[in-house]
């Protein structure tokens, strides 16, 4: 094979017809569309050698921008996550608020005697003893609380309060042991007397004749006989009838209208021992 430049060729001829060659190839290129044809196939076939070799670079800079991405979203997520949670709790507060809110508005609007003063407090504390029925409010003596003060709620008596301190008091729930309070029976005034018996049970009704007109499902109101207690508030509802065998006296239980298990907001009455201890 006949070499286009032989060894003995010297370098200034080699370069010169070099050049030459490459000159007339670019006018060839130019000016004739069989070499442009020529260089698009050519083209096309080292198109996949430009791919492989950049293939390595375009791979890691996708890796990069991943990354970026994720880290971006994960971040993102972290503060979407935060917010909403702080998003949750201020529903939350405002469950509670809401709550509260309609609370006291059905305590505002629950005396059946509208002319009297009241005065709405907050639970404290409960006791835990369970044979101690009793609360604790953020009333005291020095917003005019004293002792005998009947305690409400939305739904009828709660108790009484029981001690006092300059700005707390103490009340005695009508399911506590010692506590008794005068009733009738809304139906047709009949007198009696409702005893606490825990707040786990309900409360009994004693000082009762055998023939005594009750049944089940009558509610029974204060009576007021006891000058402590405005007449006419919800006390309990009778939820069973039943006769002692031995002597045939009747023996009856009343379960409370208020939900003394869940106190929260309650109403301070003021009768008329209230005015006379304001007096004096």
Known sequence: MKLLFSKRSPLSV????????ALILIVLDINYRPFKEIRYYLDTIVSPLYLISNAPEATLEQFHEMSKTREDLINENAKLNETLLQKKTDLLLLEHLRHENNRLR???????RHDEHKMAAQVLLADTDPYVYQIVLNKGKSDGVYIGQP?????GIVGQIYETAQTTSR???????????????LRNDISMVAVGNGCSNDLTLDFLPNNVDIKVGDVLVTSGLDGRFPEGYPVAVVSSVKLDISDSTPIISATPTADLKRLRYLLLLWGDQGVKHEGS
């Open 151 to 155: 305690v409400v709620d939305e739904k």
């Open 171 to 185: 009340a005695i729930l009508v399911c506590d042991y010692q506590h008794a309070i005068p009733v009738q029976v």
């Open 106 to 112: 059905e305590l505002l609007g629950s005396p059946l």
């Open 14 to 21: 080699q370069l010169f017809i070099s050049l030459l060659l």
